[in-house]
């Protein structure tokens, strides 16, 4: 999630040939995006099973899109503290149910990669289940735990703001990356077999977490500093022991994340998230509900194209490995997607750009969800 605005131009790039090989590809992959917030939808009133306007993700048009295993973020704005965070997670855990109980047809809980291979084939959207940002476990192993045992298998160890135990990317550093607990946190994941998810953090917890764990993590939703260098993207250094380590980047399709004449409004908008208010209860959720409508309730017009995401997914790809980069789009996570990207019901779209660009289909069945189904099948045991 990164809180910026709006998205209204919309340009189409992708040749109609290369489209329609796209759509054959990805009907023939399990497409992965490991990192999408549309849950928070939910809890303010939204309808997954219907095709909307608001938003950037919904059943029909994950159908569409040929995205059939998503990860759904949990995520926790960081004004909510200690209990409060614990109550907003059991909040969107719920909001969650709800879809997967009105909609059963349509959509199943995923807790292993034998889970996803089996929803999809049976025609139906595979959901993992994940948290953004680690305040949530209210420094307590045992809520971890419990978490884990509601179905939930990845979680970024921060959100926008340092833990009492891991520093993030957007805040000013703390602990010198990840405490002692931090590290207790991180083998208690790998024992448990959730994912341990970096997107957020900062590079010193990063490090930290790559020297800790013995399972291969995610960045769940973050793209290049090479391109666009911004705190919240990856560095070329990171890329490599992201490689050395097994794991993938799933990479962002957000504004700022993109494009550097975008970027300087995602540094502004990162710190608003961070002013709490001294509210609990009924209160701090209506404040939340105002707070994602000044987030994604106004449109602004972003530079980024699908171009420039192909850009970022042809630099991970040279420096990380083709086994090491997928898609996380951050979708309704982030108010202003890259034109042509406008939605998940456009992502043969890329899929398209990246053949004109000669990538084989067997390296593009990687990007579009090979390598987050080997993560997962990898941490998750089966
Ligand atoms: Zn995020």
């Known amino acids: 999630m990164s809180p910026i605005a709006k998205v209204s131009s919309s340009v189409r790039v992708d040749p109609e040939d290369n489209l329609a090989a796209a759509r054959k590809l990805l009907a023939d992959t399990i ?51 200690g209990a409060e965070a614990v109550r907003r997670t059991l909040d969107l855990r719920d909001a969650m149910q709800s879809v997967l109980d009105a909609y059963k047809d349509q959509i199943e809980m995923a ?3 034998a889970d996803i291979v ?38 970024t160890l921060t959100h926008a703001r340092n833990t009492n135990w891991a520093d993030s990317s957007s805040d000013t550093p703390a602990h010198n990356g990840l405490t002692d607990f931090g590290k207790q946190v991180v083998r208690e994941m790998n024992l448990l077999g959730m994912l341990v998810d970096l997107a957020h953090v900062s590079d010193k ?16 939703h973050s793209s290049m500093r090479a391109i666009s260098n911004v705190p919240r993207n990856v560095s070329d250094d990171m890329l490599r022991a992201l490689a050395r380590n097994g794991g993938v980047i799933g990479i962002n399709f957000g504004m700022g994340f993109i494009n550097p004449k975008d970027a300087e409004k995602l540094r502004s908008a990162t710190n608003t998230e961070s002013e709490a208010p001294p509210l609990t209860g009924k209160a701090l959720d209506e404040y939340a509900a105002e707070n994602a409508q000044k987030l994604f309730g106004t449109r602004a017009t972003v530079v980024a194209t699908v171009e420039d995401v192909a850009d970022h997914i042809d630099h991970a790809v040279k420096v ?43 390296d593009l069945k990687k990007i579009m969800g090979e390598n987050h189904l080997r993560l997962v099948r990898e941490v998750t045991g089966e």
């Open 320 to 362: 990380a490995g083709i086994d090491h980069v997928g898609i996380g789009s951050d979708f309704d996570g982030i108010a202003a997607t890259a034109n042509g990207l406008e939605d998940v019901s456009r992502m043969p779209a890329l899929v398209a750009v990246l053949l004109k660009r000669g990538y084989a289909e067997s």
């Open 118 to 155: 089996r929803i999809v084939n049976a025609g139906k959207i595979a959901a993992l289940l994940t948290i953004e940002g680690g305040h949530t476990i209210d420094d307590d192993l045992h809520v971890l735990r419990m978490y884990y045992r509601l179905g939930i298998r990845s979680m």
């Open 111 to 113: 807790t292993t990669a």
């Open 205 to 220: 917890t990063f490090f930290d977490t790559l020297a800790v764990t013995t399972k291969p993590v995610i960045v769940s």
């Open 31 to 81: 497409g992965i995006d490991s990192h999408i917030d549309t849950i928070q939808r939910v809890l303010l009133g939204g309808d997954l099973g219907k095709r909307e306007d608001a938003g950037h993700v919904d059943l029909p048009r994950l159908r569409e899109g040929g995205m059939r295993a998503p990860f759904f973020a949990l995520w926790v704005p960081v004004f909510f503290r």
